[in-house]
């Protein structure tokens, strides 16, 4: 099951803040989609994913300045 999380238009870091909430009402080896298009987030979202364990499956830029970052539960 992958949850969307649509963060468009939002200013970094609200997106990663935003993950780290959603991604803490997923089971283990689910997977949260985060769709986002502040720039820092390309850095950040991958970076903290990491630092806690989780996997990121996919990472993608979806448009000019939009990206996809898929994380999954640790």
Not at 28 to 52: H, K, M, V, Y
């Given at each position: 099951m992958v949850k969307v999380l649509e963060t468009a238009g939002q200013?970094?870091?609200?997106?990663?803040?935003?993950?780290?909430?959603?991604?803490?009402?997923?089971?283990?080896?689910?997977?949260?989609?985060?769709?986002?298009?502040?720039?820092?987030?390309t850095d950040s979202i991958p970076r903290w994913a990491a630092e806690e364990g989780h996997t990121v499956t996919n990472f993608e830029q979806v448009g000019d300045a939009a990206w996809t970052i898929t994380v999954q539960k640790k």
């Amino acid at each position: 099951m992958v949850k969307v999380l649509e963060t468009a238009g939002q200013v970094c870091p609200f997106p990663l803040v935003e993950a780290k909430a959603a991604l803490e009402t997923l089971t283990s080896s689910e997977e949260l989609e985060i769709r986002f298009d502040c720039t820092q987030g390309t850095d950040s979202i991958p970076r903290w994913a990491a630092e806690e364990g989780h996997t990121v499956t996919n990472f993608e830029q979806v448009g000019d300045a939009a990206w996809t970052i898929t994380v999954q539960k640790k």
